[in-house]
């Protein structure tokens, strides 16, 4: 028998070998990305295709991307759906996982379906590089810039793809101080995103189903003050 590492190495040379080949095939630039967020995806070269996040689930994302990309020229990303790691944790980290997944499957499939606009979430997602350029770019005027960014490119004729059973681990917040920061940062940030681009949603040519999703979608946090 091989010793260990051989065995190792000799499993996932396949694999490294086959996504450099595609890598360097279609231009794209692999960001490894874990946790929460996009962390350096802003910086990405001119006309790649970003990967986030790669790890096991990065060969179904590059996969479900092209094929749909090929297809589609106007497919600017491709989402897939949150896992929770740490569900069992606690009564918190199971309500949030119940949160969460109404929040992919429910409102990010049914949006999905009925063709009206929905978000990249941060993670979990690839984006094509030139729908980020024509939308303007990552803009740093909302606490949510994968929100606002979505929205910015679902508006200039960009389309999105969610796909339900794609699952990508994650971890929820197991203390109450950080799932409260948490929420804040996404209620203020979605806030902001409506303020700055539901009046041009409101204003473009788009089904009235479409601009009704959208209003009740990014003015939902203002349940809060009512």
């Known amino acids: 028998f091989l010793p260990t590492r051989w065995r190792l190495r000799r499993s996932i040379a396949p694999r490294v070998l086959l996504l450099g080949l595609a890598a360097v095939f279609v231009g794209l630039v692999v960001r490894l990305q874990m946790g929460w967020g996009y962390g350096g995806a802003r910086h990405v070269l001119p006309g790649a295709v970003l990967l986030l996040p790669f790890a096991g689930e990065g060969f179904h994302f590059l996969g479900a991307f092209l094929s749909r990309a090929i297809a589609r020229r106007r497919l600017a990303v491709v989402q897939a759906r949150w896992g929770h790691l740490n569900q069992g944790y606690s009564l918190l980290t199971r309500v949030q996982a119940v949160m969460l997944d109404g929040h992919f499957i429910l409102e990010h499939g049914g949006r999905n379906r009925a063709g009206c606009f929905f978000n990249f979430n941060g993670t979990a997602g690839v984006w094509r590089r030139v ?89 939902a946090n203002f349940n809060y003050i009512l």
């Open 131 to 219: 729908a980020i350029d024509d939308a303007g770019g990552w803009q740093h005027d909302t606490l949510t810039e994968d929100l606002d960014l979505s929205y910015r490119a679902q508006l200039r004729g960009w389309r999105f793809q969610f796909l339900p059973d794609l699952v990508t681990p994650a971890e929820v917040p197991v203390e109450m101080n950080a799932f409260k920061s948490q929420q804040h940062r996404w209620a203020k940030g979605s806030i902001q995103t409506c303020r700055k681009v539901l009046p041009f949603i409101l204003a473009a040519d788009l089904p009235i189903k479409v601009k009704a999703e959208a209003f009740f979608h990014l003015t």
